[in-house]
């Protein structure tokens, strides 16, 4: 079975502070892939960034970095230089390699960061 | 480009009755999923389908239903609606190369009285 913990549930922090949003997942497998996914107060989730289980390397995008770490089955997303914009529900997920895995989602419960101006 | 397109946005039912969630979607992606997301409780998996034809459920499908008769439409009926039903339902799709992110509707807020 497949397990995405986000023990934080709500973060608040003031604009051009630097977060970090902390995702911990349990899966047999050895191969799989890890999401983050924005749910901004309009409801619509946007994708962030995907991640095979394979590929270790630290990936920046902007103000976002993710911090993937097999060895303590986490897989962290840190913004730098907050913004209000950014305020959101953020929800990290795993999905299983191979055919369906995109289909077969496992998400976390979320964590909601407040920015405040 | 639509992407997936749910309707209705919101849905008030009483205990008992049935009804159905639609999702299209124009971007011939095979696989396609619904998710409930409840206060607290993150997104759920209720079915999903990796082609026309093929369906199989999730974490939580009990009071769910739901073919695939074409690529592009994936329903999700409920057969008779109860409180627990209330939730924000999401329709995803996805190519079915590992690459392909999913790609969410914009959701059904249904309240069950």
């Known amino acids: 079975a497949q397990k995405v913990t986000q023990a934080q549930t709500e973060i608040s922090v003031v604009e051009k502070e630097d977060v970090t949003l902390d995702c911990v997942y349990e899966t047999r497998d050895t191969t799989y892939y890890l999401f983050w996914y924005k749910q901004p107060p309009s409801g619509e989730l946007v994708f962030l960034i995907r991640?095979?289980?394979?590929d270790e390397q630290n990936e920046i995008s902007g103000r976002y970095s993710w911090n993937f770490q097999k060895s303590t089955s986490s897989f962290n997303f840190t913004i730098t230089a907050s913004q209000v914009v950014d305020s959101a529900v953020y929800f990290c997920a795993l999905s299983p390699w191979g055919t369906g895995a995109n289909s077969k989602l496992t998400f976390g419960k979320g964590i909601t960061l407040s920015v405040r101006p | 480009n639509a992407g997936v397109t749910q309707t209705p946005k919101f849905q008030v039912l009483k205990t008992g009755q049935s009804m159905t969630l639609q999702c299209a979607q124009d971007?011939?992606?095979?696989?396609m999923s619904w998710y409930r997301q409840d206060p607290g409780m993150g997104l759920r998996l209720i079915h999903y389908s990796v082609g026309a034809g093929i369906t199989d459920q999730g974490e939580v499908p009990n009071g769910y239903n739901v073919s695939r008769s074409t690529t592009e439409d994936f329903p999700l009926r409920l057969l008779s609606a109860a409180p627990s039903q209330t939730s924000v339902y999401f329709c995803a799709s996805s190519y079915e190369s590992g690459d392909s992110p999913l790609h969410f509707g914009n959701g059904t807020r249904l309240t069950v009285t």
């Open positions: 971007m011939n992606h095979e696989y």
């Open positions: 991640r095979n289980s394979f």
